[in-house]
């Protein structure tokens, strides 16, 4: 049973700062290309960053600067560094991973920046 658990949300306020985590279990973890993906109310869910099984990282352009995604493949963990964080960051940020057909999602966990 593959999971993807989001940990790490929470109330920030603006210029702070969090570290999202995502931790995989029933997956060959360093096979796949791990993702953060963010929805807002009425939006839809939109990339934020992915790094690869070699930890090439790409990024959604407006998240470069700001966003830094990191895996540790010994742990299964992947996670999100967001700096200067900006009530337009408020979302619920979502786990992800992919390889060939295989497509997984975690539940998300709720960040809110405001003060």
């Known amino acids: 049973q593959v999971q993807l658990v989001e940990s790490g949300g929470g109330l920030v306020q603006p210029g702070g700062s969090v570290r999202l985590s995502c931790a995989a279990s029933?997956?060959?973890?360093?096979?796949?290309?791990m993702g953060w993906y963010r929805q807002t109310s009425g939006k839809e869910r939109e990339l934020v960053a992915t790094i690869s099984p070699s930890t090439n990282a790409n990024y959604r352009d407006s998240m470069k600067g700001r966003f830094t995604i990191s895996r540790d493949n010994a742990k299964n963990t992947v996670d999100l560094q967001i700096n200067g964080l900006k009530p337009e960051d408020t979302a619920v940020y979502y786990c992800n991973a992919r390889y060939s057909n295989s497509n997984y999602w975690g539940k998300g966990t709720l960040v809110t920046v405001s003060s």
């Open positions: 029933g997956i060959i973890f360093s096979a796949y290309t």
